[in-house]
């Protein structure tokens, strides 16, 4: 199996900072996408950005120029450091990934529990 360990959600002032780190575990091949999306109460889930293996990154526009999506390889690892928090960012915090497992070899996805991002005004 695989599992996903969200960590870093909490409580900040607007204009403050958060950085949310996820690690993935188990019989793993290897790992292609990953990525962070989020939900708002009564709102559908959105992708927030994302990070190919290569480390092409994707964003959300309402996100572009204050979070910063990164991972790191050897431990399985994707970040997301969110700057100048809005409370409009406020919302459950998910991670996403993408990977090769099994025998034979095929693409599953996974999620993590979520994390909560509370910002304040």
């Known amino acids: 199996q695989v599992q996903l360990v969200e960590s870093g959600g909490g409580l900040v002032q607007a204009g403050g900072s958060l950085r949310l780190s996820c690690a993935a575990s188990?019989?793993?091949?290897?790992?292609?996408?990953m990525g962070w999306y989020r939900q708002a109460p009564g709102k559908q889930r959105d992708m927030v950005a994302t990070?190919?293996?290569?480390?092409?990154?994707n964003y959300a526009d309402s996100v572009k120029g204050r979070f910063t999506i990164s991972r790191d390889n050897a431990k399985n690892t994707v970040y997301l450091q969110m700057n100048s928090l809005k409370p409009e960012d406020t919302a459950a915090y998910y991670c996403n990934v993408r990977l090769l497992r099994g025998a034979p070899l095929r693409d599953q996805e996974y999620w993590g529990q979520g994390t909560q991002v509370t910002v304040s005004v």
């Open positions: 188990g019989n793993i091949f290897s790992i292609n996408t």
């Open positions: 990070i190919t293996s290569s480390s092409s990154t």
